[in-house]
């Protein structure tokens, strides 16, 4: 019962390209343990959030869940995933909205044939936005930080028409500009 529910909510997130997506990011990432990488690319319309970190993160486990409280963990991360904003909170002027969402983590999806200890696995995730106002997205705030203590260090990458900005954001310091 619980697997048919996974499946489900990962139907509902529209969760296709997954294979393309994660060669694509694949040269920009770096798995380190309390550390999570995002990029916010804007244009003139939209933007894409584009977040990856190792899975143990969010989870403090990087196999395939092996009890019911593991489960649990997984499912309640996946709840979370359906709106990124309230991890990412963006400028409220900007009115976006959240459009598809691509996630890669076979852990997550429960794609994860193989339990190997020994190996590392990460969540990636693109999701686009729709914003009304793109000219306002001028902030954010990264609110995951004090949601889940496993990340300390969260390296934020801003690329619009007026440039390029990066910050490293940690719990007691959540906010950007640009
Ligand atoms: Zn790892």
């Not at 529209?14 to 690319?41: I, N």
């Not at 894409?48 to 899975?55: D, E």
């Not at 993160?57 to 409280?69: H, I, M, S, Y």
Request: glycine share 6%; aromatic share 6%; proline share 3%.
């Amino acid at each position: 019962m619980k697997k048919i529910f996974l499946t489900l909510i990962v139907s509902i997130l529209g969760l296709t390209h997954v294979t393309s997506f994660a060669q694509q990011k694949s040269s920009l990432h770096a798995h380190v343990h309390g550390q999570a990488q995002l990029q916010l690319a804007i244009d003139e319309s939209q933007a894409v959030l584009s977040f990856s970190s190792p899975l143990d993160n969010f989870l403090g486990f990087e196999r395939a869940p092996k009890d019911e409280a593991e489960r649990e963990k997984v499912k309640q991360l996946l709840l979370q995933l359906q709106n990124p904003l309230l991890w990412i909170e963006l400028s409220a002027a900007a009115q976006c909205q959240v459009g598809q969402i691509e996630l890669d983590s076979p852990v997550i999806t429960g794609k994860q044939k193989t339990n190997d200890e020994k190996k590392h696995g990460d969540m990636r995730f693109d999701v686009e936005l729709q914003c009304k106002n793109p000219q306002h997205l001028r902030s954010l705030k990264a609110k995951l930080l004090q949601q889940y203590k496993g990340i300390d260090r969260l390296k934020v990458e801003v690329v619009h028409a007026g440039g390029q900005h990066t910050k490293t954001l940690q719990a007691d310091e959540i906010s950007m500009t640009w």
